[in-house]
């Protein structure tokens, strides 16, 4: 019998790409969702009526339930479904699974950076706690003392509980706030990873993967800005030619991530900086980049993950190492700079005008109660713009305007 059904776990955020996808080129789409259950603006993304069955971790069949399916893959939908998916995978398509050995490596960021560490690329100085009291001694280190530290959950996704601590002032209370909340995955927080801030420009590199060979889908580059205490808020994200300076350098030290990490087969998104002194791990995320990155891949290269594995499971193996860049492609996303109620919400409506203005998302009315943004999260609540042109002179004239015009919305402080 030939395998045609796909299993996904967790199809969140961009992983709703995929079930309709995989039925065009004939596949039959199964979901399964993993436990506890992320938060709803993950949820929220779910679409039922793409998938022939729903599953749930925690059936007592679920396992003879898929054995007794024509499983071609299984594959993460999103970062809630990485742990599942690879326990999956190992056990029912092992052809087209990464190394079980190091699954705790590709989901656990203190673990992550060990391994990194071990295969011999430079990383930041990292440590991971189960209590603050264990981190005293790293934070005492001559190569870290009193530099800046961000302080993280172990396990999380989309920046949340990403902390600065200046200087390594307030490093106790911040691991101690952290451990024991519940983070945006649904789980909770155990344990929690130290490192020294690294400086320079991020990047992401976006790839697919196939029989342990790496190819690259997209690179982008990331501007992140302070706003008040917290000091990684995306402000746009701009797609890159393979051409361009430090992408090659960039690709080459991810490949030796990924192969790190164990990762066999499928997408990842990888997070770098580069630093004064070369490329170091941000983190490596076993699954589609998220927050409509795929379609905007698609529409910069003519290409994406979720593309080149449609072609993979339907026989076609021919997946190029790069990319061609088609179009400039930049994502302007909006920040509220403190809390409060929006108002004149309508001078973000001029943003659809734009010559280079392919989406406008906007998730607020005049009125509504604003969060200061904090986070990716917090950041996509109130609403983003997607650029794009052959023409990058264009967008970049376009993307000035933008800001003009978003800087227009105010938020009237609440009594």
């Known amino acids: 019998m030939t395998a045609r059904h796909v299993v996904i776990v967790d199809p969140y955020s961009s992983g709703v790409m995929y079930a309709p996808a995989l039925r065009r080129a004939g596949f039959i789409p199964v979901a399964v969702r993993s436990t506890p259950l992320p938060v709803a603006q993950f949820t929220d993304a779910f679409r039922p009526d793409d998938f022939d069955l729903t599953l749930k971790q925690g ?3 679920l ?3 898929l054995r007794s399916l024509s499983v071609a893959a299984v594959i993460p939908g999103s970062e809630s479904g990485v742990t599942l998916s690879d326990r999956l ?3 029912l398509t092992p052809e087209l699974a990464n190394r079980p050995d190091l699954a705790n490596c590709r989901n656990h960021k203190g673990h992550m950076a060990a391994a990194v560490a071990a295969a011999g690329l430079p990383v930041t100085p990292t440590v991971c706690v189960r209590e603050a ?3 005293e001694d790293f934070v005492a280190r001559p190569d870290v003392a009193g530099q800046d530290l961000v302080i993280k959950p172990a396990n999380s996704v989309s920046t949340d509980g990403v902390t600065l601590a200046p200087s390594g002032r307030g490093w106790r209370e911040i691991v ?3 451990l024991g909340r519940t983070n945006a995955t649904g ?5 929690v990873v130290l490192q020294r801030r690294l400086f320079g420009a991020e990047y992401v590199v976006n790839t697919f993967t196939a029989d342990g060979r790496h190819t690259v889908t997209d690179v982008c580059r990331y501007t992140k800005v302070s706003n008040g205490d917290s000091f990684a808020v995306y402000q746009d994200v701009e797609f890159l030619g393979a051409d361009e300076p430090h992408v090659d350098q960039l690709i080459a030290y991810v490949r030796g991530a ?8 499928g997408a990842a998104h990888t997070e770098v900086m580069l630093t004064s002194d070369g490329p170091r791990l941000i983190e490596v995320n076993s699954r589609l980049a998220g927050s409509g990155m795929e379609a905007a891949a698609e529409l910069a290269t003519g290409d994406n993950a979720v593309r080149r594995l449609v072609r993979h499971l339907s026989g076609n193996r021919n997946h190029p190492d790069t990319f061609e860049l088609h179009r400039r492609v930049r994502v302007a996303m909006f920040v509220a700079a403190h809390s409060g109620i929006a108002t004149n919400v309508a001078a973000y409506e001029p943003i ?3 010559p280079t203005c392919r989406a406008l998302h906007l998730n607020v009315h005049d009125g509504d109660h604003i969060d200061a943004t904090t986070d990716l999260l917090s950041s996509l609540r109130l609403g983003w713009a997607l650029l794009a042109h052959k023409d990058p002179d264009k967008v970049e004239r376009d993307y000035t305007r933008l800001r003009v015009y978003a800087d227009a919305m105010k938020i009237v402080p609440e009594n």
């Open 63 to 65: 396992l003879a339930r």
């Open 187 to 191: 789980v909770r927080n155990n344990e």
């Open 89 to 91: 995978a190992a056990t």
């Open 133 to 135: 009291a264990a981190a």
């Open 258 to 265: 990924l192969d790190a990490l164990g990762i066999r087969f």
């Open 176 to 178: 101690e706030g952290l």
């Open 352 to 354: 659809r005008a734009l």
């Open 59 to 61: 059936e007592d069949d």
